[in-house]
């Protein structure tokens, strides 16, 4: 076909390239989507077509398009917008430059017609419909207000093809928004009500998914009872709209001061909404935050996960995570809600700074990945800030969640049927934790019991914040790793590890005073490690000022400072100085396995006790290892003169078997 240019006509988009534009249909065997026919006014005429022998457009027919075709159809992304006619009541489509339309916003009922009815049946069979009623009237309000064309979902969209409904439902809030007015016809509110009237709020309207975006992305909305008598605007009911559907005022006014507020505020306006498909839940609220996603029909829930996901990839709001479960059925949650109806009484929620100062944070494959500070609160839980504020009344509150840890850094959301309130006892540090994004009941279960194999410090677990043991005169500044260190259980979580590594530093308590003229500069390491074939984890004690093991090389990696540990035998003893620089007390630590909320647990407990008089030599702390050769030797000397009365000596002290 020839034509001349600038003449308008119909053509052909091929789906598989979305750029290889033909005056008839693709006879590709492989595209399966078909082309999109679209209204052109065409600049030149389009020369190449598709490859009936290739499973799609060859690169040549699209090269040759882009340099002699219209160039236009870059990039490969175009919207298009079919139209009623509302003379003919025929379909249009638009791509590029959309004339001025009404548009229809409804709930769907039986007997609607379709994209299919309008392509296949004869007016006669359409008119038959019940639902041709709603596009003749809206086409008959658009041609009284002056306007050629109009909008309804139920014809205008070939909900068949994927590719035009993912498309469509993208551009649903744009679409919408561009329009000159919206009808909203109420088709189950009485003639004889008003708009304050109990039957105006009990509206089927009020209560769907789609119609959210519908209300408040349209300039001008206009009210129809179920018999299409004009009821009000949106501007003239925007008290008893805002009262109806919690949106306030300002957003109805102004669309635009919506992507100002919190998320979680605005997930509230949907929390007690419903769609009769569950992905419909997440995929209505597109344009309430303004992100675009691929439709999933068939992965249920998981929609309104990607939905969150989507939506922190492009803001750092935390209140994204300020919801709550009515009726928990589970211990541990992931980050994210499972559904919006866990939003319901997050209406109240407002930012306490603007997002620029809140942390960064990102989805990634261990989890949602922050680096914030945490608050030891009750229960063994953390406190993570959610940097808003409730109002309750006349109080404002900072709120927070409560999360847990379960080794490897990875954390849940604890106690998710409320909020964490800030106290002023409460100490934090910072933390790069990894939360999980969604759990199933059966993995709560699971983590429930994550403490498994823990090594836990029951005795002697002080530190600068809080001391739990007045007879200790130590206290810990430093653990490593602190992904797997719980300082609000004293435990280190390894259950499921191959291979574990970990150290802490102790050093003497600053609100201690030392007795028996002991020197304040004493410190300690404390060495674990469990490799996956080992019954019992190893458990060492050292001195920086025990050389022969030159462990101070090591300080700041853990695996490296347990591999050099583990080339001595296990010290459950370390010696420590008074102000003279003689030995006369130690540390020491048992070792015992006992089961904590149903989990075997490897408890560790520190002691701090006079140094047995045999560990003196010369003043010299002697290693433990040392201290076990010598005793072997004293013995082996033993039996082969036993006629000897005197100690062995080592050194020019003495060394007795204990």
């Known amino acids: 076909m020839s034509l001349p240019v600038g003449e308008s006509s119909l053509l052909h988009l091929c789906h598989t390239c979305g750029r290889c534009l033909v005056t008839k249909e693709c006879t590709t065997g492989s595209h399966q989507n078909g082309p999109d026919q679209v209204r052109l006014t065409v600049e030149e005429q389009p020369q190449p077509q598709c490859s009936s022998t290739s499973s799609a457009c060859p690169e040549a027919v699209c090269a040759a398009t882009e340099q002699s075709g219209p160039r236009f159809l870059r990039p490969p992304t175009i919207r298009t917008m079919r139209l009623i006619n509302v003379e003919s009541m025929q379909l249009e489509d638009f791509i590029g430059d959309v004339p001025q339309y009404a548009i229809l916003s409804h709930t769907w009922a039986d007997d609607e017609v379709t994209l299919h009815d309008v392509a296949h049946l004869g007016d006669d069979a359409k008119a038959q419909k019940k639902g041709f009623v709603k596009i003749r009237k809206a086409c008959q309000f658009a041609r009284a207000a002056g306007l050629k064309y109009a909008w309804v979902d139920t014809c205008c969209i070939d909900k068949k093809n994927l590719v035009e409904l993912s498309e469509a439902i993208n551009s649903m809030f744009h679409w919408y928004r561009k329009s000159v007015v919206c009808y909203a016809w109420l088709a189950d509110l009485p003639a004889s009500s008003s708009p304050d009237s109990k039957a105006f709020k009990a509206c089927r309207w009020f209560t769907r998914g789609w119609t959210l975006q519908e209300l408040i992305a349209p300039r001008n ?4 009872d179920g018999e299409w008598n004009f009821r009000g605007t949106k501007s003239s009911l925007t008290h008893t709209l805002a009262d109806i559907t919690g949106i306030t005022e300002d957003v109805l006014e102004s669309p635009e001061s919506m992507y100002t507020l919190p998320v979680a505020r605005r997930m509230s306006w949907v929390s007690e909404r419903q769609t009769t498909r569950i992905e419909d839940m997440a995929y209505c609220l597109l344009g309430i935050f303004d992100v675009g996603m691929p439709l999933l029909y068939g992965e249920g829930e998981r929609s309104f996960l990607r939905l969150q996901e989507e939506i922190s990839k492009s803001v750092n709001d935390l209140s994204i995570f300020g919801w709550r479960k009515s009726s928990p059925d589970q211990k541990c949650y992931g980050v994210f809600a499972t559904s919006p109806a866990d939003f319901r009484g997050s209406g109240n929620i407002d930012l306490g700074s ?8 990102m989805v990634v494959n261990k989890g949602l990945r922050i680096h914030t500070s945490l608050y030891h609160g009750p229960q063994q839980a953390y406190l993570l800030k959610l940097q808003c504020v409730e109002r309750i009344g006349e109080e404002r509150k900072q709120i927070g969640i409560w999360i847990k840890p379960h080794g ?24 790069l934790i990894f939360l999980f994004r969604y759990i199933s009941p059966a993995r709560s279960h699971e983590l429930e019991g994550s403490h498994s194999n823990a090594l836990m410090i029951r ?27 719980d300082s609000q259980r004293g435990m280190f979580m390894n259950d499921g590890a191959a291979e574990f590594a970990a150290y802490g530093y102790f050093n003497w308590r600053q609100d201690v005073e030392p007795t028996d003229d002991m020197h304040k500069g004493n410190s300690f390491m404390l060495i674990l490690g469990k490799l996956a074939d080992e019954e019992e984890p190893f458990v060492s004690l050292a001195s920086f000022e025990d050389t022969s093991k030159n462990l101070t090389t090591y300080m700041g990696d853990a695996k490296k400072m347990v591999a050099a ?46 140094a047995p008089p045999e560990t003196k030599v010369d003043n010299t702390l002697i290693p433990e290892a040392t201290r076990q050769a010598a005793r072997k030797a004293a013995r082996r000397a033993a039996r082969t003169n036993s006629q000897r009365e005197e100690p062995v000596t080592y050194g020019t002290g003495s060394l007795f078997d204990e």
């Open 221 to 224: 909305v206009e009210f129809y």
């Open 354 to 361: 603007t997002t620029m100062f809140m942390p960064e944070f």
């Open 408 to 431: 490897g850094g990875q954390y849940s959301r604890v106690r998710a049927s409320e909020f964490g309130i800030e106290s002023p006892a409460y100490t934090s540090n910072m933390h």
């Open 459 to 485: 005795k002697g677990m002080n530190s600068k914040t809080e001391v739990t043991d007045e007879d200790f005169p130590f206290e810990i500044t430093m653990w490593l790793p602190q992904d797997e260190w």
């Open 565 to 610: 540990a583990r080339m001595f035998p296990q010290d459950r003893m370390v010696l420590m100085r008074d102000i003279w620089r003689n030995v006369a007390k130690a540390v020491f630590v048992m070792l015992e396995k006992t089961r904590i909320d149903g989990q075997e647990v490897y408890c560790i407990d520190l002691e701090y006790g006079d």
